[in-house]
Each structure stands twice: as structure tokens, then as C-alpha cells.
């Protein structure tokens, strides 16, 4: 991969001569799993010229990307935010308008908690055009590769993507609307607060023995699956200690668990890429 500034300043100045109008396309690189990416969204990794892209994608997508092109990580870690989203939103742009073909490579799906939507009004508001390739969200790869169907006509007739963490940081969360037991919960980014979480959603009503799976890593070679209960959660946390990337499932459909098909399931994975 070319040095990002030498390689930056280079794509910056050629501001837009001779090429074609530039464009952001923000794209979903799933949850990590290289064969579950979309095939758009590897044909647009492997003509890439230029890649932003973000700390959730896996080193076997970030692999994918073509030697000669410039990619520019601006990922953020949890505590520690590598370049702010204002200045991502100003780096998508520069290169869009000096003519490039910008791949913004995102997490899961662009558009849940992904901040697709900010950097898609930026790209707009400032005239240019902004695609959208969308991905696996961590959610639904998750539950794939556990076994834990989100819906379910005997156990769950609806499920909701919730954030952990709300814009000061602190979860501000309906909790009212999330008591009913026939209604899954997934948590993303829920792990520092599940204390409060857990807390907040016995006291409005779930029962304190809900099943609750922890996935660490999911659909990753190394995921990690822990099964504990909403009264022994944080509990659990304190003790296992599991690494972000991790969401929480909550729910009645955690009982479907399946582990010792899905490890079968997963050394049959495709070996194509
Ligand atoms: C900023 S959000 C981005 C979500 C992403 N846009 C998506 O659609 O999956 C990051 C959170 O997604 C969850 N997440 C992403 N990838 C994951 C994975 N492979 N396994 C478990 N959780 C994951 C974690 O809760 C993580 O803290």
C-alpha cells in the first residue's frame, strides 16, 4: 500500500483533472467474515483506488485491497478516537471532490450505528455523490453464527438494534418499551454499561432468569460465545472479561444456542477467498 501521505497529498492535488466526477461509496464489510461481504461490495475492494476505512473491518477484508491503492485507516478504538467524525466527514469529501472514487469501508451495515448517515449528508451537502453498499449488520451475522434465531413464532414476534451507548456516551433508553419478554434485544456497544442495562430492564419488568448470550468476535474465527442470565450479567462480564467487538442477545430465543453443529458448520467454510 502506498504511504498515506505522500499517497494522500498526491490524490488531493490532482483535484479532479482529467478523471470523472468523484464519489463516495460507502460500503458494509459485514461483521467480519470475508465470505460474508457482498459481492458488490468485493468488487468495489478489489478496483479500489483509494479506501477509508474503519477499525471493525477484519484483517481479511482489509487483505483484500489491492497493494496499489491508498488506504487510510481512521478507525477508533473504545476510549480513543483516532481522527474525529467531523474530520471523516472532511476527508471523504477532499477526496470525492479532487475525483476519486472514494471506498469508505464500514463495519457491519453503513446505516446502524455506523454513522453512514453523517458522513452521507456531508458527502451531499457538499454537492457530490454518495453510494450505498449495504453489509451484514453485527445482529443478524451474530445471531447466524450462534444459532439464535432473533424472531421466532413460539418465542420472539419482534426484535430490536439497540445502542449501548447514547451521544454523551450514557444509554438513554425507552425501557418501558423494551420489558415485553416476547421482544428480543440486541445490544451493540453494551458491554461497559450492561450493569445499568441489565438493572434498568429487570426493574421495568423482565424476568431475572432471561437468557443472555454474549458474542465476542462473531462469525470470526475466534468468536466466543458466553451464556449467562440478566440478573448474573454483569457478574459474568466482570469475570470472563470479553473484547470488544461483542454484542449482547436478550432473550428467550438465547436457548436455541447451538454450538457443537455450528463449530461442524464453520471448518466447512468456504475456502474460495
Ligand atoms: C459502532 S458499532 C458498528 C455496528 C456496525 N455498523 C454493524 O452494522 O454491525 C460497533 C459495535 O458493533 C458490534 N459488533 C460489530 N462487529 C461485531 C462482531 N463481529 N461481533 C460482535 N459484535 C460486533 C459491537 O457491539 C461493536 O461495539
Known sequence: ??????????????????KQAGAVWLVGAGPGDVDLLTVKALRLIEQAEV??????VS?????LIPASA???DVGKTPGFHGMKQSQINQLLVELAAAGQQVIRLKGG???????GGEEMTAVQEAGLVCHIVPGITAATGCAAATGIPLTHRDLAQSVRFITGHGKDGKPQLD???????????????????????????????????????????????????????????????????????ALLIVGEVVRLYRKKELTECASLRLQTV
Open 1 to 18: 500500500m502506498t504511504t498515506l501521505h505522500a499517497g494522500l497529498e498526491k490524490l488531493l492535488a490532482s483535484n479532479g483533472h482529467g
Open 51 to 56: 479506501v477509508v476505512c474503519d477499525r471493525l
Open 59 to 63: 484483517p481479511e477484508i482489509l487483505a
Open 70 to 72: 491508498l488506504s487510510i
Open 109 to 115: 451495515d453503513p446505516f446502524i450505528f455506523g454513522r
Open 175 to 245: 425501557w418501558e418499551s423494551l420489558k415485553d419478554a416476547r421482544q428480543t434485544l440486541v445490544f451493540y456497544m453494551g458491554l461497559t454499561w450492561c450493569g445499568a442495562l441489565s438493572e434498568q430492564l429487570i426493574a421495568f419488568g423482565r424476568d431475572a432468569e432471561t437468557p443472555v448470550a454474549i458474542v465476542e468476535r462473531g462469525t470470526r474465527a475466534d468468536q466466543r460465545v458466553t451464556l449467562t442470565t440478566l440478573h448474573q450479567l454483569a457478574e459474568t462480564v466482570l469475570r470472563e472479561k470479553p473484547q470488544s467487538p
